[in-house]
């Protein structure tokens, strides 16, 4: 039997954007609210309607609401007092806040996927402004930021978050739980445009087959039109052994990143700076990533004010094949973005190989070479990409190829 | 045809424990003993019995017995012996000294098994104090430190060790042969209550089902009830690339160790102290092991008199999560012990893990949560492995939770 | 249509031992040719009757021949008209010369393949005194050091080459292009006496199984005697992988070796000195090739001038288990030969075994032992062939069996 009186959402001297709500059905008396809130005054009245709206869309006539606000943006105040209700009451109604049409983007399997945001899922505060970083990815996460019993408000705020908040075009990613309750995370988050699914401590193909299962089913009933896209994180020897079958396990899989901290224990040994413990299973992980065509991604790391470490950190990443980093604060993200970016040579023999191509496509030429090397489709595919993202990041103007020619002409 | 005189054990100036029997059937005469040995006085009439007693267990009536005596223990005497008898007759009979009641004890899967004193196997004085040094195992081996016409000898030797030296706890552990003497050489053995077999040499699970099929086979007939554990070692390229398969082919393989010497031959490279020759084999190894859920075991260091050198590479063995390693000297198990003991930091968690886990319990809560980490039995058996083994060495108080709780009283 | 003027070959100041050859058909005026040469005035008869010979060959009865010859030899010229003869007809037939009788020669299995000289298969001054050199092998090269419009001629000149030139013992060895154009460069290659064939950036078996095939329709067809050896080259991600399954995937290969500039593109990484960002690739080959019991081969070292770097290169490789290495300047060969000898301590270690196993085989012994450990064939069998090339380097003299009794008897 559920409970008569449910707890929702967070209060407390360091809180700041959530609320706690307290919900005690009654027998009678209709709704009595109890809103304590700095910005009462002002938003008060638009509070108190929201909630008896809401009431009244889950049903309830007779109930004592107590809410302890920390200046909740509307999308958390119906999270925490679905939240709630949930926990008090049977019912499998979902109050959608507005989808916002901004948050309608797609991403494509071959995007920069150099940084990623993690955000705690049951933590608006971080959320709210999370897009003005720059990362190329925003993570929602369900899983361990989130309290084993805070599992459930947090699906329902993350659900929320992915309408209301505009992550201004990073790609949309939710990081679910395992086992069981990561299927059933899907069920709840898919409908809401995520670009993409992280997998933690993902063991075998078996799992990411289970998953991809739920994602199709979800997407055909509802016909939805995005698409989709995997990450399974590695983070035991298990999956280190499987590194290579995971990742070609489905055309969804676009990244495959390996957890660090997961993977040391499971070892049972220190994670070092040097890092020759995981050696071996970050560079197995990145070989079995190329050789299934999807981007290698590297472990987070950890000391969030030593920016030197993490420079050098990315630098080494870099250099075995790595692709991209997790971030687990906002002031990572340029170190991280600068340090996978490509650096000059690379640059440079980019533009060779594209001019190359560009001028055998003029002269009509069906195979070209620079020096004595074949260029073929996904070598300048791959340059082309280098380019984009040097001009994206400002490295090289967007007309360099008039640019040259000018120079050539002189 | 059998040769009419045979020679059996050992004999010279460094040899102790030990004797060196000379066989000879003759066709009348009765049996004839000439006793060389240093507590002739003390021993002779018991060691002169203990012959005729054993001459006639096997039926011989007539013959010319020399023995040439270093201290040998009855178990050492009659193992002697018997091989001398085998060489020149065809019995099948086993002339069993008694089997030491405080010798039959099982072990478990996860027990430790940091050091392992390995005693070659035709080596009586090397025996006899072994339990005495602390190894958790005791590793009477068959097969390199054994010459090839010794095998014989050795294996009766051992057996006979088996059942009359008291390892004192240490996990009872035999080496057997390669190939068909290996398989040949379990018939022997097991029915002496061993609680491991390492497999030299390992190259694929072929060998392993084939030893495990023999095992069953003894143990069914015999009624045994004791449970015999695997540890294959690997010392090729071809046990490198099937490591994880050899490692998952049997639910008895509870460790797996690697043998650098051969391997290193097997590469044909030479074997440093940095190791980067074995380095990928090493790490390689450490993941198809724990990704099969057993324990990896280092390599044995050879310079028995470096024991700085040796705490250098036990450190870095269990920093790249080794959890265990051979020795050849008992000098080398203190300081194996002890580097691969759990350090400070570890306790710390093992700890907070447990604690956590049983104020969980207390309160009848299904999950428990360390910080934002959700914990299961698992990690807390892993936990409550970790105390226990503090405790047996001595690093923390048996009754480290009151200690705990009577600090925060205060 | 095919065009009425085909171009053949190569010309300019820096060209020696080739020619361009400039054909044009006509409709009638015979045959006409103009020959540019130093030379002219020793060979400009000889080359005018060859060419006249030829295009009667061809049945080319009116044509405009310019040849600018830089001391091209007869083979030369014959695979240059050849090439332009099939640039602008139909014809099939090939314009073969003498097969040399001294390069009739097969290699074993498991010869030495310490260096490897790539020569670029459209450059016949590069080749005609390779042999000279005393590199192991000789790769005459279709894949990266040609250029896509030049492969067609290159295939010819290499057909001749390996006709017409001593490669004074080398192993005789071609590296195809990928795909099915290396298919087809099987058909005009192996008829030759190809010892070994390269396959590029290979990865996976089934590209074995398709050169396998095809070279044995030849040698069946042609009936040929020589047996062709196979050296698949891993160059990416995805072969790595493989890496395993392609050595043990054919009984013809005998060696596998890595191509470091490819597989750091395939991973998008930098190629460095110290080689972090290759050595889970480089050791995992070792171990695929050991474990399938084929010669790992190290990646060439691509700075012809720098002698040092390389030794150093050399002695990590062979420190890691590799047997060889290619070179892409005469130079090299030395520095590489020297740098991958057996030692003295191996050349010590593999006398012993031998005279351990002699001794043993002349006292009846079945089984062998040097100290504990037993010796088998194949140990002896690589003990033999250490001291084998310690005699041909010059290491130790051909009679040391018996300058080692006549010390002893000293």
């Given at each position: 039997m559920k409970p008569a009186v449910a707890i929702s959402g967070n209060a407390g001297?360091?809180?700041?954007?959530d609320c706690e709500i307290t919900l005690e059905l009654k027998g009678s008396g209709g709704i009595v609210i109890d809103l304590t809130s700095k910005v009462k005054t002002l938003y008060g009245e638009s509070i108190v309607n929201q909630v008896n709206d809401m009431l009244g869309f889950f049903g309830i006539k007779n109930a004592h609401v107590r809410i302890n606000d920390s200046g909740a943006l509307p999308f958390v105040i119906s999270a925490r007092l679905e939240s709630a209700v949930k926990k008090i009451t049977d019912t499998d109604l979902e109050y959608l806040p507005a989808f916002l049409p901004e948050n309608n983007y797609s991403t494509t399997r071959?995007?920069?996927?150099f940084s990623r945001l993690y955000l705690p899922?049951?933590?608006p505060g971080l959320m709210i402004?999370?897009?003005?970083?720059?990362?190329?990815g925003i993570i929602l996460d369900?899983?361990?930021?989130?309290?084993p019993d805070k599992k459930d408000e947090a699906t329902i705020l993350v659900r929320n978050a992915l309408r209301q908040?505009?992550?201004?075009?990073?790609?949309r990613m939710v990081r679910i739980n395992q086992g069981e309750r990561g299927i059933s995370d899907l069920k709840q988050i898919i409908?809401?445009?995520?670009?993409l699914i992280l997998i933690p401590k993902c063991e075998s193909p078996d799992y990411i087959f289970v998953v991809e299962k739920e994602i199709e089913a979800i997407t055909k009933k509802l016909k939805l039109k995005n698409q989709v896209f995997l990450m399974p994180i590695i983070e035991s020897a298990i999956g280190v052994e499987n590194a290579y079958a995971i990742a070609k396990s489905?055309?969804?899989?676009?990244a495959m990143a390996i957890g660090l901290e997961d993977y040391t224990a499971d070892l049972g040994v220190q994670r070092t700076a040097e890092g020759k413990e995981s050696f071996y299973a970050r560079t197995r992980l990145v070989v079995a990533a190329k050789a299934a065509g999807i981007q290698p991604i590297d472990s987070v790391?950890?000391?969030?004010?030593d920016m030197e470490a993490l420079r050098a950190t990315v630098l080494v990443s870099k250099s075995l094949g790595f692709e991209g980093m997790g971030c687990i604060?906002?002031?990572?993200i340029p170190v991280i973005r600068e340090g996978f970016a490509p650096d000059e040579a690379e640059i440079e023999k980019s533009k060779q190989i594209v001019l190359a191509w560009d001028s055998a496509m003029k002269n009509g030429l069906g195979v070209v070479a620079l020096g004595s090397k074949m260029i073929d489709p996904p070598v300048v595919a791959r340059a082309q990409k280098t380019i984009d993202l040097a001009i994206r990041l400002g490295?090289?103007?967007?007309?360099w190829i008039q640019d040259i020619s000018g120079e050539n002409k002189l």
């Open positions: 001297p360091k809180v700041r954007s071959d995007r920069f996927r899922g049951n933590n402004n999370a897009g003005l970083h720059s990362a190329d369900l899983e361990d930021s989130v309290a908040i505009d992550f201004c075009g990073a790609e409908p809401h445009n995520v670009n489905s055309e969804n899989i676009v790391f950890s000391d969030v004010s604060h906002p002031r990572q490295l090289i103007g967007r007309n």
